[in-house]
């Protein structure tokens, strides 16, 4: 059974159990348990395979000669999905008149399920830079949360210096390589094992929206937010990627069917992204060198899908506080922030729309400081969406990466897993 068929399975069981338990049960305890073993065990596995993939692709691309152009690609390409969508669905605003949303004068904040999640770390951005370069380069090792930069600089630096001098080097080349198929086997196992886990996961999700109130006051910003994901998933994506590569998109797309399909059910980049490093090698044929240069570098940064939905809510939430109708200055500050913004999550793999729009009503000011808390109800629908196209996002992507540098080798559909 091929692997998007099970994750379907899996998600489908995972729906019908999220409509008929309840979040005070016995039984819900237990699976939410079960559900966030299986997150935290991703990201066990997923860590240190980027750290030491990492440093085995840097050193192959720069033996390549490709490395600089490789790492201009990923910033134009990644920066030109983030305009490009924010443009698209900002556009699609004018269409699709927005909905003034009821504002709400108290709220206790919102929380995930999973405790590990709820950690936003909103610093300064002083602080932040601070945090990437530590005083102590042992310290990489001990931040907590999704919060891996610092190491996976230290990474690229090592990846840089393991061409020179081949016979000093290539031990330690040999070393992280072990390392990197080792873990890369690892997470091969987790991606099986996410079959069964995906239950619990995907119905907790259902429970969580479940409980939102009141869904039908946030129908407009949905029915935005979902056509613009349509449009950008079936129309953008695969004509761009068509004219860059020439190759067919949507026969391409069937090479990380299950990662999406996954996506919509965890909404966390990080458990997607495994699945992707895997999906890519075993169905599209991508050269390590490429993917393992490429998705932790976009699972952080371009993150267009959580950029999208920022600026939409953003809109709606400017609406909301003002009986006017939108002013240019509004619409273009919407679409600056939102891009700017998306480039400074790279340590929410979750959090990444709550972190930016508390960060962006922030630096509105003008009586908009808790103008966040509109949204947050409806937040984890919105979080599923951002996720989804972050992650087609990455594997676009790399696919054109891939397919430019000739570091793919195509693989008959019939053997996908």
Request: some cysteine; glycine content about 6%; aromatic content about 14%.
């Amino acid at each position: 059974m091929k692997l998007w068929l099970k994750y379907t399975i899996a998600g489908l069981i995972g729906i019908l159990l999220g409509l008929v338990l309840q979040a005070d049960t016995l039984l819900y305890t237990l699976i939410l348990g079960v559900a966030e073993f299986a997150l935290r065990l991703g990201r066990f596995i997923l860590f240190p395979l980027f750290f030491f993939t990492m440093a085995v692709s840097v050193c192959q691309l720069r033996r390549d000669r490709i490395l600089l152009k490789t790492s201009g690609k990923l910033i134009v390409f990644s920066l030109g999905a983030v305009i490009i969508q924010i443009l698209l669905s900002t556009g699609l605003t004018f269409i699709l008149p927005i909905d003034r949303i009821p504002i709400i004068t108290e709220t206790s904040g919102w929380q995930s399920p999973y405790p590990f999640r709820n950690v936003t770390a909103i610093d300064s951005v002083q602080e932040v830079l601070r945090s990437i370069i530590p005083i102590n380069s042992f310290a990489i090792f001990n931040y907590t949360g999704d919060f891996i930069l610092p190491a996976l600089l230290f990474s690229i630096f090592l990846g840089t210096q393991l061409v020179y001098d081949k016979e000093e080097a290539e031990p330690v080349f040999n070393l992280f390589d072990s390392f990197s198929r080792m873990l890369y086997k690892m997470n091969s196992l987790f991606s099986e094992a996410f079959t069964v886990f995906l239950v619990p996961v995907t119905t907790v999700m259902v429970i969580h929206i479940r409980g939102i109130n009141d869904f039908a006051t946030y129908y407009g910003l949905i029915r935005i937010i979902a056509i613009a994901t349509a449009v950008i998933l079936f129309g953008f994506y695969p004509l761009v990627y068509f004219l860059i590569s020439r190759k067919r998109p949507y026969s391409d797309m069937r090479i990380f069917l299950s990662t999406i399909i996954a996506s919509v059910f965890t909404g966390d980049n990080f458990i997607n992204s495994q699945i992707l490093l895997r999906t890519l090698k075993e169905n599209g044929g991508i050269k390590r060198k490429i993917t393992g240069y490429s998705i932790p570098l976009l699972t952080m940064f371009s993150r267009a899908g959580t950029a999208m939905v920022t600026s939409v809510s953003l809109l709606t939430i400017l609406k909301s506080y003002s009986s006017l109708e939108l002013t240019a200055f509004q619409i273009f500050w919407v679409i600056g922030t939102s891009i700017l913004i998306s480039a400074v999550l790279f340590a929410q793999s979750y959090m990444g729309v709550y972190t930016a729009l508390i960060i962006s009503c922030t630096l509105y000011g003008r009586g908009l400081l808790e103008g966040y808390a509109l949204i947050l109800p409806i937040l984890p629908v919105l979080i599923v969406f951002a996720g989804v196209l972050d992650n087609a996002n990455a594997a676009f992507i790399t696919m054109a990466l891939g397919n430019e540098e000739n570091y793919r080798f195509p693989e008959d559909p019939q053997d996908y897993i």
